[in-house]
């Protein structure tokens, strides 16, 4: 669980305000750098987080209104321009195809990166490598948008006491943590008997939908949670007829589905206090942000076993 944090890029819903970019979030999570819904002015935004193109290994798309989508072709440009090493997979509605082209190709340039193309037809895994999963599943708003899930893969957590018990120390752990098991003393020791297994750590992001059952699958168990609160509960008929949520629905979800943290974003250009939003959320669920362009929010670590 080394260096897993949400970087926020934009937090604004719609249309920009002067202290709110359009949407962007970049999430560090060990070696990658998944950059979920670019709007306008990304490009400039990742210069003032210290981020570069070349730390973007994935971009997740949640549904191709402007406010998501609209910072793609500078993005890809920009992965070219810098001479991004590795391929960068994009996610995105496969309804959207048409939309997905005019933005990777907007313009003349040269064109060098690689970049994958993964186009979502329906709810499931998108991605698996060693330490983790991406899935998506399908939302309720006026086009096809999907939310995303990462998870880590469950792992056993060594416990000391247990390992000074079986006397393994120093390079007859490795080894054990390798193999599954290790000879101590004419005795086979196995992983399970000196640990416990762990679920691993799950983030979610749920953007521009109605509260749904895919949007409670999505967060479930989330250590971060990361959900467009539009609205304040005050106009929630308003949310529900423009496909949005309020504060207290982003909290109602993150409560049932025993979300560690929650992150509010995507606000309505009315409101330049978030600090209701909070008050709103916290009646619900105790570790709430409502957060501001360029924070940064942890992904909140577990304790170790003993």
């Keep these: 669980m080394s260096n897993r944090e949400l970087i926020v890029l934009g937090s604004a819903s719609q249309v920009p305000t002067r202290h709110r970019n359009h949407n962007a ?34 971009i997740c798309i ?11 072709p500078g993005i890809i440009q920009r992965l070219s321009l810098d001479s991004a090493p590795h391929p ?40 698996e490598t060693k330490g983790f999963k991406l899935s998506a599943a399908r939302l309720e708003h006026s086009v096809d948008t999907f939310g995303f899930r990462l998870e880590e893969h469950a792992r056993v957590q060594l416990i000391p006491s247990r390992l000074a018990e079986h006397g393994l120390s120093g390079p007859r752990v490795g080894e054990l943590q390798r ?10 020791v196995r992983l399970e008997e ?14 521009d939908t109605r509260p749904c059952a895919n949007a409670g699958r999505l967060a479930e168990g989330a250590d971060l949670l990361v959900c467009e609160s539009t609205y304040l509960d005050s106009e929630r ?7 949005h949520m309020t504060a207290r629905q982003a909290a109602e979800l993150a409560h049932s589905a025993k979300a560690r943290r929650l992150v509010l974003t995507h606000f309505s250009q009315r409101y330049e206090d978030t600090t209701p939003f909070v008050h709103e959320a916290q009646a619900l669920v105790q570790d709430v942000v409502a957060v501001r362009d360029l ?10 076993a003993g």
Aim: net charge neutral.
């Design 194 to 207: 000196v640990g416990e297994k762990r679920e691993g750590q799950a983030f979610a992001f749920i953007m």
């Design 179 to 188: 193999r599954g098991f290790v000879e101590v003393g004419g005795r086979i």
């Design 25 to 58: 979030y970049f999430l560090r999570w060990d070696e990658e750098g998944i950059l979920f819904d670019p709007g306008e002015g990304t490009q400039r935004q990742m210069t003032y987080a210290g981020l570069s193109a070349r730390q973007v290994t994935r």
């Design 88 to 127: 960068v997979e994009v996610y995105y509605p496969a309804s959207g195809q048409a939309f997905y082209e005019r933005l990777r190709h907007a313009t003349v340039f040269m064109d060098k990166a690689t970049i994958v193309p993964r186009p979502i037809a329906k709810d499931g895994v998108l991605a």
């Design 295 to 304: 924070d940064h929010v942890e992904v909140p670590k577990r304790a170790r």
């Design 237 to 243: 008929e308003e949310a529900h007829s423009h496909f």
């Design 62 to 72: 949640t549904h191709f209104h402007g406010d998501h989508a609209l910072g793609l």
